[in-house]
């Protein structure tokens, strides 16, 4: 079983940054397309990045803006979500999952019910 382990959640000020990190385990981590997806309470939850194989591609949600950059470092098994100019409305649980793709498939909007792990997810708070 592959298990994923997010770090890096907190208190910030609107405008401030955050790096989230993913630990995973138990896999063959270069064989995942790994992302993030988040929740915010009573809201439902929602696709954020994704990043592929290899990391030669990304993509993102509209509401990114160009504000988040998704990355992996394969040697360390580790997926990471720089996250800048954050605001309020960015307030969630961010989850980090991981979906078993084939060699060349490039990084696309991941379904809530297509992935095939979870991480337990890690509290971003922005206040104004």
């Known amino acids: 079983q592959v298990q994923l382990v997010e770090s890096g959640g907190g208190l910030v000020q609107a405008g401030g940054s955050l790096r989230l990190s993913c630990a995973a385990s138990g896999g063959t981590f270069g064989h995942y397309t790994m992302g993030w997806f988040r929740q915010a309470h009573g809201k439902e939850r929602e696709f954020v990045a994704s990043?592929?194989?290899?990391?030669?591609?990304?993509y993102y949600a509209d509401f990114v803006k160009g504000r988040f950059t998704i990355s992996r470092d394969n040697g360390k098994n580790t997926v990471y979500l720089q996250m800048n100019s954050l605001e309020p409305e960015d307030t969630a649980v961010y989850y980090c999952?991981?979906?078993?793709?084939?060699?060349?498939?490039?990084?696309?909007?991941?379904?809530?019910?297509?992935?095939?792990?979870w991480g337990k997810g890690t509290l971003v708070t922005v206040s104004s």
């Open positions: 999952v991981a979906d078993l793709l084939p060699a060349g498939v490039r990084a696309g909007r991941l379904y809530e019910n297509g992935v095939d792990y």
């Open positions: 990043v592929s194989w290899s990391g030669a591609t990304t």
